[in-house]
């Protein structure tokens, strides 16, 4: 099956777990192990109780990110309803959140680039700009340490490693 999630995922886990929880990271998870399903069934495969499966699939169909198709029982003239994750909304969210996770780092980067940092070599206090070292006449503003230029290649290399990584997984 194409549409399984997978919970080492960190991102798809993070989402899913922002919107419902560690509830819903089970729920999604046995969706995904199934082309359709119904509340009971996933109650019985999760172990949770049957209304928190149902908050559960309510909440994610909310997000767009379950779909459910309804039949009536023959037997007993109810409806049942079979549900499903929605995997093309579930990386349209996903491929989202990488873009704007890379537009922020890519603008950290020409920050990091921008600027010539200052520090105290304090780990407790902030860094600072050249501008600002200058206002603070290269004393730091909470241990009054006197401020030393602070080479930033380390954060540059870590950013741009990220950048690369995330320009390949979203193709951009
Ligand atoms: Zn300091």
Redesign the pocket.
Known sequence: MSTKIYPTDDLLVSIIGEIGGDEAVRVAVALANQEETTDERIAGSTGMRLNAVRKVLYRLHENHLASYRRTRDNNTGWFVYFWKLNPEKISDLVRDRKRLALRKLRERLSYEKEHIFFH?G?EQ?QRCTFDEAVELSFQ?S??K?PLQFYGNNGIIDVLEDKIRKLEIETNS
């Open positions: 105290c304090n206090c730091c909470s241990c340490r």
